[in-house]
């Protein structure tokens, strides 16, 4: 599996754990929703600074975002 899908559908779940909308998780995050939604696909390459802000937004560590299944 492509890591960016990995990491899209791991950020997903965790977000879908903690009962937030896309467009919350982004605000928190300090960054677009569609951006956001981008990076859930998988179409988006995301750095390592973003996917730590959202991983702070969600109350996760980094691993968690790029954990296998």
Partial sequence: MDVRVRVGLNLQGLRRERG???????????????????????????????LSRLAAALGADLEDLTRRR
């Fill in 20 to 50: 937030l909308s896309q467009e919350e998780l982004a605000h928190r995050s300090d960054m677009h929703q569609t951006y956001l939604s981008g990076i859930e696909r998988g179409r988006r390459n995301p750095s390592v600074l973003i």
